[in-house]
């Protein structure tokens, strides 16, 4: 039997019989990046939360403001027969009554301009997901439009205890607003955990309008009022239309790619190779890294910093130095590192660098 493309609908048998359809490529219908948790490269744990932060699973930010004391993990608690490994869970390890206590996913806007956003064909979104939790009751989920400062907010029921649930949201499209194309934050993706007033205190705003932060999470339980508390989320999608299609599951090294866009961990650890060196001065010694790829913007530089910490060999000698630096010449494809604590060596020779710590870190953020 021969077959035939059909154009970007699928295959067509000569017989006329269509075998499948694909709305979209495959591997870009989620616009939320490792929604299901299988990508953590700050670590799979981070303890002691009280601030706002990427502290594991990479892309999802834990926005904690007065809200207790939280620890982050990449779980392995998934529900069932779904095909996920991991979930983001966050676990009260101190109580509150939180001014902010969210997950949250933000998304460039040159990633959404297919959404025409503010015209007449402004296309609706679907949002699904798996949660649990032992806490019951109303949690609401926000889209927000940072470029005109726009919102909507839907709220679903947790309905039993420490039981995967799936959940299904539409937002409506936006006619009004147009998403800027270019590489900063467009749209944020809420899970409202708890509020105050100040984000709960009006009416919940159900449809696009003005953003008001009292009507953006009314009713929203409060977890942090308990040590018991707990959340796990995964299987995260938010895909154009008003219907909920399977989890797109990309393939690992493509889930990382996307990641790598965002937040790319050079090394850590003791004995680790950085970079060959060149000594500019006696005392400072240039490493050029090209990065895994084009990041958003020009990354910062993340580091651990101690005694002793990282090593230059040059001229069979160990410098050992604290920290480095990032030169001014970085852009988002390639940067260049200096160390210039304790280094003592002869200028224009050429040299190692390792790490020389288990604490030793190097990573790049280019996160919105």
């Not at 090394?267 to 500019?280: P, Q, R, V, W, Y």
Request: aromatic share 10%.
């Amino acid at each position: 039997m021969s077959l035939q493309l059909n154009g970007t609908d699928g295959v067509t048998f000569n017989d006329g019989s269509e075998q499948w359809a694909a709305a979209s490529p495959i591997g870009t219908k989620n616009l939320i990046i490792n929604g299901n948790m299988q990508i953590a490269q700050r670590g799979t744990s981070a303890t002691g939360l009280t601030g706002a932060g990427y502290h594991t699973v990479d892309r999802f930010l834990n926005n904690i403001a007065a809200a207790g004391t939280w620890t982050s993990t990449q779980d392995t608690d998934v529900p069932s027969g779904q095909g996920f490994a991991n979930s983001h869970k966050l676990t009260c390890t101190a109580t509150a009554s939180p001014v902010v206590l969210a997950m949250m996913q933000s998304i460039e806007g040159q990633m959404l301009q297919h959404l025409k956003k503010g015209t007449a064909n402004a296309e609706s979104l679907t949002l699904s997901f798996w949660v649990k939790s032992n806490k019951t009751g109303t949690y609401i989920n926000e889209l927000y439009d940072t470029d005109n400062t726009r919102q909507i907010s839907k709220s679903y029921t947790i309905n039993s205890a420490d039981t995967w649930e799936k959940k299904i949201i539409t937002f409506a499209g936006d006619t009004t607003g147009t998403i800027n194309n270019d590489n900063t934050t467009g749209l944020q993706l809420y899970w409202w955990l708890g509020a105050d007033s100040t984000y709960a205190g009006g009416t919940l705003n159900t449809s696009w309008a003005s953003a008001v932060n009292a009507n953006r999470a009314v009713g929203v339980v409060n977890l942090a009022d308990s040590t018991s508390n707990y959340i796990n989320i995964t299987g995260v999608q938010l895909e154009v239309g008003d219907t909920a299609t399977p989890f797109e599951h990309r393939p690992y090294d493509m889930e990382l790619a996307r990641c790598y866009r965002y937040y790319y961990k050079y090394t850590d650890g003791a004995s680790k190779g950085i970079g060959n060196s060149s000594n500019f001065t006696n005392a400072n010694s240039f490493t050029f890294i090209d990065l895994k790829c084009s990041m958003r913007a020009t990354p910062s530089l993340e580091q651990t910093t101690g005694t002793n910490y990282y090593i230059n060999f040059s001229n069979n000698t160990a410098d050992y130095f604290n920290n480095f630096n990032l030169w001014t010449e970085a852009h988002s494809e390639a940067v260049c590192i200096y160390g210039s604590t304790n280094l003592s060596h002869t200028q224009g020779h050429a040299g190692m660098m390792t790490t020389a710590n288990a604490s030793s870190y190097l990573a790049f953020s280019a996160e919105l």
